[in-house]
């Protein structure tokens, strides 16, 4: 079998018309990487792709042609087998009341025998319990106040939850919270993780772990950290660190009244996962290289390796030291999602979901079937960006998923809903294909490579009732065909973002065209604030730094105009931003995103693509503090612009 024979036996397409309608073939050296990036895995016989059956009831699979019947099959799971059988025709009618889970199905005929996953799913993800409503999208990070270090955390996230509330909105939408690096806080970017399994220490509020007690020195260093416009993420980890391991040290002295007990049950409910995690990290303190040139023992994860270090004397407390931040963030992130629910917010946190993680960080480590650390995450050239994109992400792969029973991306998928009400999950085309870049080579030089559609909305449909989270797939650009379809068919929603919903002629859509089941916004963090896309700012800067914006002078004064008619047609005759929340609010899609820069009037976007040190991405604070934002936003038109979709409206 030739090399592109092979290839599309095992779901890589090896050819594709890019966003310019320009025909690409990945060249041979560049497909041999690919293939030598995934894990081994024979094309299956019998049935190709895990199945999946909907709601518990009575489904049939056809076996392929090459199947020799009668075919054997057997279900089981982790206790046993569920059910068994015999197929002499072309289908296998599975029985109904299975239990809901992911189950491996093993099938056997004369020529062999295979093995898959079976999902069982409820019929589709949890609809949330509201007709519409609306959220705050803030950049923790950015949230500026009288008490935080320099940067946005949990205590400043609760007063956010406090105020949004106050405003009538059911929730406040926030940027990634995983844990990143801790001795790389300069890469600060929230969508390039170390983990998406665990939580960004800097977001902790060190002042509310009870042991802890700032000292003058600590104290002083503070108030430069609060002045700055800009997060100084260098600065501000100089001090929470070791403001981490003093309240550490004072815990592990003298830990407050039934917080060893609460620390041991959070240990036991994260189990294996956290107890790797902390042994990773210590490691890579340690070693201070990649984890692929570790010593042979720790580049694979092993529990025995990682009991012989938590009972080793220099290294037992530095594990538990994380294990220590980790349950602190938690439960402080905990703290804000019950204090929504106590407000009555119907959503309370939407948390946003990287699309992959950083190939030297803990999950690539952690699952390397699952994800491969030699494959770049990106996207094909289009009149945007004629390279190409290599966002230098790995991500999860068909067949190491399907191998471990999906449950690297239930596990994602958990520790995201954990304490959220809604998720978004970053670029779910994800989930159905995805654009990878061999290392070392360009961008331009990836293939798709597709992915268990099916079973990924299947399990994610699992994990969002089990959560009772809503889920959002940001669907934003090149659409596969049935791609929205499909997945709004198991109840996710879509993404809608008001700057792009225009017909041919540039004419933005009416509140009528707008999907129910969706989240309706009119920018992103990727995309120009209200207040800049109105004075042109967006199209200055990107070509000050040598970026083609896409779209010229005469382009933006002609949306402008579209947005002006489009406002009009639905009785608004004003275009400030209040204006534009009035025409959101009015669409039928059931959440929306206001976001605070566009509240406050900020010119300057959250994040450029295709910068990196060019521009201040993930970098920019809130002009003013929490305490003062509601004499810096016009409180009375904002309750009237989204007064119909308001819990106290």
Partial sequence: MDLYAKAQTLGIQTEYIDGSGHRRVTTPEALTAILDALPPQAPRRIIADPVVIRGGQAAQTRLSEAARLPVQWKLANGTGVLAQGEARERSVTWPSGLPEGVHRLQLSDASGSEELPLLVAPQGAFGGEFDRCWVIAVQLYGVRSARNWGIGDFTDLQHLLEFAHRLGADGVGLNPLHALFDDRPGDCSPYSPNSRLFLNGLYIDVEQIPEFRADAETKAALAP???????????????????????????????????????????????????????????????????????????????AACARLRRARDSAAEVEFVEFVQWTADRQLGACQALAHKL?????????????????????????????RHLGVGAPPDPLNTAGQDWGLAGFNAAGLEQRSFEPFRQMLRASMHHAGAIRLDHAFGLKRLYLVPRGFGPANGAYVLMPFEALLAATAQESVASRCVVIGEDLGTVPPGFREQMNGWGIWSYLVTMFETDDRGVFRNADYYLPDALVTFNTHDLSTYAGWRSFSD?????????????TDEGR??????????LRRHD????????????????????????????????????????????????????????????????????RATRERSHTG
């Avoid at 004064?557 to 489009?566: F, K, P, R, S, T």
């Fill in 344 to 372: 009555g917010m119907r959503v309370g946190l939407y948390l946003d979901v990287a699309v992959g993680v950083q190939s030297d960080g803990f999950d690539a480590w952690n699952e390397q079937t699952a994800i491969s």
């Fill in 572 to 639: 608004i005759h004003a275009n400030d931003f209040y204006s534009v929340a009035s025409f959101l609010a009015r669409t039928r899609s059931r959440m929306m995103a206001v976001s605070m820069e566009d509240l406050l009037g900020i010119v300057e976007q959250p994040n450029i693509p295709g910068t990196v040190y060019e521009h201040p991405n993930w970098k920019r604070r809130l002009p003013v503090s929490i305490e003062h934002l509601a004499s810096a936003i016009d409180v009375d038109a904002l309750k």
């Fill in 539 to 551: 199209l200055k800067t990107k070509r000050a730094l040598g970026i083609d914006p896409g779209e």
């Fill in 225 to 303: 950290l609060r002045s700055h416009d800009m997060v100084d993420y260098v600065g501000v980890a100089a001090q929470k660190w070791p403001a981490l391991r003093a309240a550490f040290a004072a815990f592990k002295a003298n830990p407050g009244l039934g917080r060893w007990q609460d620390f041991e049950a959070y240990r036991n409910e994260q189990g294996t996962l956290l107890s790797r995690f902390a042994c990773f990290e210590v490691m890579r303190r340690k070693f201070n290289t990649p984890w692929w040139e570790w010593p042979d023992e720790w580049r694979q994860p092993s529990d």
């Fill in 557 to 566: 004064w002609h949306a402008l105009g579209q947005l002006d008619d489009v």
